[in-house]
Every structure is written in C-alpha cells, then in structure tokens.
C-alpha cells in the first residue's frame, strides 16, 4: 500500500501529477518540469522530500560504531552539527546506501537515508548497532522540505522568526542544527545553494504555506532528478547498488582509507579491488549530436571496450543531452553511444556539468 507524506492535500491544491516512487504518492511534477528546474537554477523552488528516513542513533560508543559502519569517516566531524557525505557498504564493497550522517553530540549522531532502501537501511543499522550498545529511533514524526536556488536562503528566511533566521544565515555549507521547532541544514540534492528543513508532521503543511507566501515554487521529483545529474550527484539504485563499489561509482573520494587501522565494514573488500586492478572509470558524458541519453545505453570506446550509461537526461541548462556512465578505464576524450541502433558521438567530461547555475563544460 502507498503511503503519504503530511504534505499531500498540499501537492493536491498545487495540481501535482502524482506518481509511486519507492512506496510513497509523490508529485513528479506541477506542470511542467522544465519550468521548475529553472525555477530551482534561477530562484528558489522546494521540494518536499519528507519519505527520506531520519534516523537518530544514540549511545556513548556511537562515534565508534560509526567509523565500524560507514566507508567515510566521522572522525573528520569535530564541529556540533558538521555533516558528512558516506556510502555505507557491504562485506563485498558494494553499496547498501548513499546517506548523511550530522554530529550533534559526542553521544547523538542523525543520520538521513533513501526511502527505496528504508527497510535494509534500518536492519543493517540495528544490527551492527547491537555490538556498540547504540539505540536506533527512527523518526516517522518529521516531514522534511528542501529550499533550493539562488535565492532560497533569502526566501526561506521569511517563514521563520528573527531570531530563527539569524541563526539560520550562521551556518555555513554542510552543517545543520536545532533551531527552534526544526533542525535545518544548509544541504541539498541540486547544485545550489538552501536548506533542508525537518519540521514535525503536524506544522509542516503550515510552514509549506509561509515558503509559498514568499515566492518559493513547488518543484516535484522530475526536476530534482535533472536538477541532482547536471550537478553530478549519483542516485542510489540507478548510478551504484549493492552490485558496484564507490570505487567505479565515482565515490572514490568519500572512501576514507587512513588511518590504516580503522577497519570498517567493506574496507577489506576494497583494498582487493585495488590491488585487482581492472576498475570502471564513472565519468560525464555531452552527446554531440541531437538524440536524449538514458540508462542502460550502450558506450562504446574508441578501441571498440564497451560500458553503459547509468543516469542520463537531456540538461534544461545546458540545452544538451548529458549522463554519468561506467566506463573501462582506457576511455579517451570522446567515445559512442548506442542510440536505437545508431552509434552517436559524444564527449567524456568531468563532473559536474553544472554548478550554482554555471555551465562547466565548454
């Protein structure tokens, strides 16, 4: 059965298209995904992004069950409300989860993880959290929105008080905090700037009507989805999974492999994968031609290797067909893809694509 986030009479009287999306009835779009994109590049947009799962793990030993579980390490987060990007992995190196883990206190972690994967998520948490006494709450309790764009912050300022505002305009990229009713986080999923905002389920259709009293437009999935490829942001289930490691995922750098004796779950497996050799390279992909990328096309190097496109999208940005892809090593600056049966050129780039609105692509 599909469930509902507090928000959906609200995506209602908004027009929304509504579609199933891991479970949950969400808006795909209120009209027209392109318009919401730019929305989000050239203003400010929200999305309502409350399936997401909030989880609070609590415990004397939980900084130490964290460096056990995740690839990254928490140990870099020394600041009250510092986040950190991590994959969380399997015995095998593959990728149980992409998620976001915030420092509150030495004995308080939250950490934010995908709907598709909530059920895995929360039994794999549990289950090492045993060995470290860490008591694991999720919190079905909290709606959260993203505020995102150029002028999001500005905007988001409007629906709260003064004094929320203020300390709001203090934090500082990738850091969240208790500020009032919410806990807000100077995050996101789009390549700009704003927050996401975690607010209870009952206020949050309120707090929804304030954002759109101060300009910000409802954005749906649609857009968050070309929005998140043009800024290079891998989608869990479709860019990595339990079958491929951050090492041919692009993820590399979230791998924190010093100090060399902190052993956590997959760190084995990985070291095997390097010593292997032979690794896919994830790299970005600009069609050179008219035609739209997709998932699971076929690319094709020029020395006749193959590999396959994971996301891909025609970009309202950059008004060109783009896609992250896994690829053999040996790749030039260019390759083909395979397009109803036509092999197309197109040429390999560096990720992102786009930042703050910015084309980084010639």
Same mark, same amino acid.
């Given at each position: 059965?599909?469930?509902?986030?507090?928000?959906?009479?609200?995506?209602?009287?908004?027009?929304? @298209?509504?579609?199933?999306?891991?479970?949950?009835?969400?808006?795909?779009?209120?009209?027209?995904?392109?318009?919401?994109?730019?929305?989000?590049?050239?203003?400010?947009?929200?999305?309502?992004? /409350?399936?997401?799962?909030?989880?609070?793990?609590?415990?004397?030993?939980?900084?130490?069950?964290?460096?056990?579980?995740?690839?990254?390490?928490?140990? +870099?987060? +020394? *600041? #009250?409300? @510092?986040?950190?990007?991590?994959?969380?992995?399997?015995?095998?190196?593959?990728?149980?989860?992409?998620?976001?883990?915030?420092?509150?206190?030495?004995?308080?972690?939250?950490?934010?993880?995908?709907?598709?994967?909530?059920?895995?998520?929360?039994?794999?948490?549990?289950?090492?959290?045993?060995?470290?006494?860490?008591?694991?709450?999720?919190?079905?309790?909290?709606?959260?929105?993203?505020?995102?764009?150029?002028?999001?912050?500005?905007?988001?300022?409007?629906?709260?008080?003064?004094?929320?505002?203020?300390?709001?305009?203090?934090?500082?990229?990738?850091?969240?905090?208790?500020?009032?009713?919410?806990?807000?986080?100077?995050?996101?999923?789009?390549?700009?700037?704003?927050?996401?905002?975690?607010?209870?389920?009952?206020?949050?259709?309120?707090?929804?009507?304030?954002?759109?009293?101060?300009?910000? +437009?409802?954005?749906?999935?649609?857009?968050?989805?070309?929005?998140?490829? *043009?800024?290079?942001?891998?989608?869990?289930?479709?860019?990595?999974?339990?079958?491929?490691?951050?090492?041919?995922?692009?993820?590399?750098?979230?791998?924190?492999?010093?100090?060399?004796?902190?052993?956590?779950?997959?760190?084995?497996?990985?070291?095997?994968?390097?010593?292997?050799?032979?690794?896919? @390279?994830?790299?970005?992909?600009?069609?050179?031609?008219?035609?739209?990328?997709?998932?699971?096309?076929?690319?094709?190097?020029?020395?006749?290797?193959?590999?396959?496109?994971? /996301?891909?999208?025609?970009? #309202?940005?950059?008004?060109? /067909?783009?896609?992250?892809?896994?690829?053999?090593?040996?790749?030039?600056?260019?390759?083909?893809?395979?397009?109803?049966?036509?092999?197309?050129?197109?040429?390999?780039?560096?990720?992102?694509?786009?930042?703050?609105?910015? /084309?980084?692509?010639?």
């Amino acid at each position: 059965m599909s469930q509902r986030t507090a928000l959906y009479d609200k995506h209602l009287e908004a027009n929304g @298209k509504i579609v199933d999306f891991a479970g949950w009835e969400m808006p795909i779009n209120y009209g027209s995904q392109i318009e919401e994109h730019h929305q989000v590049r050239n203003d400010a947009g929200m999305f309502d992004v /409350s399936h997401m799962v909030v989880v609070d793990l609590e415990g004397p030993r939980v900084r130490e069950f964290l460096q056990h579980l995740l690839a990254n390490d928490v140990a +870099k987060l +020394k *600041e #009250p409300g @510092k986040a950190l990007y991590s994959c969380m992995l399997n015995e095998a190196g593959g990728v149980i989860d992409d998620l976001i883990t915030y420092f509150i206190t030495d004995d308080f972690f939250r950490m934010v993880v995908n709907a598709a994967t909530r059920d895995k998520d929360l039994a794999w948490i549990k289950q090492h959290a045993a060995d470290f006494d860490v008591v694991v709450t999720e919190r079905p309790e909290l709606a959260m929105i993203a505020v995102q764009g150029p002028n999001a912050r500005e905007k988001a300022m409007q629906a709260l008080t003064e004094g929320q505002a203020r300390q709001a305009t203090e934090l500082t990229p990738f850091k969240g905090g208790f500020i009032g009713p919410y806990f807000i986080a100077r995050t996101g999923y789009t390549g700009e700037d704003g927050f996401e905002i975690m607010i209870s389920n009952d206020e949050v259709a309120a707090f929804w009507d304030q954002l759109l009293s101060a300009g910000v +437009k409802p954005c749906g999935l649609g857009a968050r989805d070309t929005l998140r490829l *043009e800024a290079g942001m891998n989608l869990y289930g479709t860019d990595m999974d339990e079958t491929t490691s951050p090492l041919e995922s692009g993820l590399g750098w979230t791998l924190a492999m010093v100090p060399e004796d902190r052993n956590f779950i997959g760190r084995q497996a990985l070291e095997e994968k390097k010593r292997a050799g032979n690794l896919k @390279k994830f790299v970005g992909l600009v069609l050179e031609t008219r035609g739209v990328l997709r998932g699971h096309q076929k690319v094709v190097t020029d020395d006749g290797q193959e590999g396959e496109i994971t /996301s891909g999208t025609f970009s #309202p940005t950059l008004q060109k /067909s783009i896609a992250m892809a896994r690829v053999p090593a040996t790749i030039g600056d260019h390759c083909h893809v395979e397009i109803r049966g036509k092999l197309l050129p197109a040429r390999v780039v560096k990720m992102p694509f786009v930042r703050h609105g910015k /084309s980084l692509i010639d």
